[in-house]
């Protein structure tokens, strides 16, 4: 049997976070245990607008040591984290053991939500849990925030904002071009560290499904990646299955009465 474990949220309408973490975790055929951060429930009252609650770092520690304790855990994927306090919390219960590989969705926003909110807990993001990250996947937005620079509309552009990432610790970056990556195709770039040599970069693109987003999309992509790494597969053919994954997803995805369509894990 082959572990996968999460660190995130919960959303309560079963399109993101956690859920589709573990959905995707169950379909991949890995057996998946998971720590909850903060709960997200959306309000159908106030046009879905998000309602955060944080939880108390105690209790964050406590999960973590009994997850820990019941299995020998050496892949985990962080999701939202959402308060600086979380973050201190995770980036000290993920320094108390080794890792193979700790996958980051560097969820910095989440759809619908205002830009901006939360600079001192994406900076805390950025100082304490990415330099402790192997892969991280930005999307068009993250990858903005966590490079500095202002545009990304080429696969050149994807790929500098990787390398400018990996300069602060992953072993490898995903950078999800997403729908807001100009023309028909769904472009993410791959960008891995190689000792002794320039960055080495893979391109990866299929044909975008739509033109408008689907919620729990990032969530599916980060846990098929913290999957397959969790059964052995490389890097890059982790990415490569999660790529596929997420497409097929996004191609049966669920409508619901919220603002946005959701990924199907099951698909
Ligand atoms: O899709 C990003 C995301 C991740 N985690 C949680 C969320 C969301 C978006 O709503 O609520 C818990």
Known sequence: MHFAYVIAGSEATGGAGIQADLKTFQQLGVYGIGTITCIVSFDPKNDWAHRFVPIDPGVIADQFEAATASQDLDTVKIGMLGTPATIDAVAAALTSQPWRHVVLDPVLICK???????????????????????????????????????????????????????????????????????????????????????????????????????????????????????????????????KDFVTRGIAARVSAHTPFDTVWPGA
Request: one cysteine or more.
């Open 112 to 242: 619908g939500q205002e830009p901006g909110a939360a600079l001192n807990t994406d900076n805390a993001l950025k100082a304490k849990i990415l330099p402790l990250a192997s892969v991280v996947t930005p999307n068009n937005f993250e990858a903005r925030a966590l490079s500095g620079l202002d545009r990304l509309d080429s696969v050149d552009d994807l790929a500098e904002a990787g390398r400018r990432i990996l300069s602060h610790g992953p072993a490898a970056v995903v950078v999800k071009g997403g729908i807001d990556f100009p023309g028909p195709d769904a472009v993410d770039v791959l960008v891995r560290r190689r000792p002794g040599a320039a960055p080495e970069v893979e391109v990866l693109s299929v044909p975008k499904i739509g033109s408008a987003r689907v919620s729990g999309a990032g969530c599916t992509f980060a846990s098929a990646i913290t999957a397959e790494l969790a059964k052995g597969a490389s890097v890059s053919a982790a990415v490569r299955t999660a």
